[in-house]
């Protein structure tokens, strides 16, 4: 990993500049703010430096590259199942809206936008990665652009749904990105944001050792009570929240399931089994283990 500069920074949530010392881990500091609760990474790496880790293939994909590096994904395109039963997972409590523009912001390779289009939206991603989204323009032909949302030159209220999937936790400012997201949507548009949740029962044991302490791609650990927040500044209103994903999270590529979760893949079953694994969900749901939160809200 290269040299990745770190500047001192007030919370995100509240501007507040008190707070207390989690965890050390990799050398950066996770801190809490005394103020209102928001975990994130301070010192926090500057955006630029940030931008450098997600620009190469290795993020990605790993295979054919002697030296593992704690950060990315083994291979990204092996979670296309996986991503399809997410990306239908996050639609099911909004499948009454019609269907008209969707962004997704950090939209990656484009697996998850790519189906979304298949799904009937007039599809836009947005993500910091020059290879990612080469990738997505290139083998995908989708209209996705490089860089930050801030910079996005669309129209003001343009979209009627935007997702955030695993993404807002990797962000330098989420209150400067929602605030973009705010202009570029419609009144009334609903903004789907699904990150790691910090307050739950998991991380409260493993602590220091939870697996999304991941720095510095990881910059902020939200709870759902700072993320409602974090919407509600924004100018968003939350109507629906989610416990979700140990199992999704589980059925990516950096578990114990990742054998049995290739095969499902290879022999393109992973559809068939999702009711055994929206069971697997509901059993989840009721034992509370979850680490994963989604919060459905409304821009005002
Ligand atoms: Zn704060």
Same mark, same amino acid.
């Given at each position: 990993m290269q040299d990745i500069r770190c500047q001192d920074v007030a919370?995100? =949530?509240? @501007?507040?500049s008190e707070s207390k010392h989690l965890f050390t881990v990799h050398s950066f500091s996770v801190v809490k703010c005394l103020n209102c609760g928001l975990v994130y990474l301070n010192p926090m790496p500057y955006p630029e430096d940030i931008a450098n880790v997600y620009d190469s293939r290795e993020y990605y994909c790993k295979k054919g590259h002697r030296e593992e590096t704690p =950060?990315? %994904?083994?291979? %990204?395109?092996?979670l296309e199942g996986h991503l399809t039963f997410v990306a239908n997972e996050l639609l099911r409590p909004v499948r009454h809206i019609k269907t008209g523009r969707l962004l997704d912001v950090g939209?990656?390779?484009g697996i998850m936008l790519n189906h979304f289009r298949e799904l009937g939206w007039d599809t836009y991603g947005v993500d910091i990665s020059t290879y990612a989204t080469e990738y997505a323009r290139g083998q995908l032909g989708l209209k996705v652009f490089t860089g930050v949302v801030e910079k996005l030159d669309l129209p003001e209220s343009y979209f009627d749904l935007v997702t955030m999937v695993l993404t807002i936790e990797h962000i330098p400012s989420p209150r400067d990105t929602l605030r973009a997201l705010h202009r570029l949507m419609k009144p009334g548009a609903v903004i789907i944001v699904a990150t790691h949740d910090i307050d739950g029962p998991w991380p409260r044991i493993v602590k220091g050792r939870w @697996?999304? =302490?991941?720095v510095p791609e990881h910059l902020y650990f939200f709870s759902k009570s700072t993320l409602k927040r974090m919407l509600e500044e924004t100018g968003f209103s939350t109507f629906r929240i989610t416990e979700t994903a140990t199992i999704a999270a589980a059925t990516g590529n950096e578990t114990l399931l990742r054998a049995p979760i290739r095969f499902l893949h290879r022999y393109r079953l992973m559809t068939r089994v999702a009711p055994v694994l929206r069971s697997l969900h509901a059993i989840n749901r009721m034992l509370n283990l979850s680490d994963d939160v989604t919060l459905y809200s409304r821009r005002v």
């Open positions: 919370c995100d =949530l509240c @501007r507040g =950060l990315g %994904y083994a291979d %990204y395109a092996m939209c990656s390779m @697996r999304h =302490l991941n």
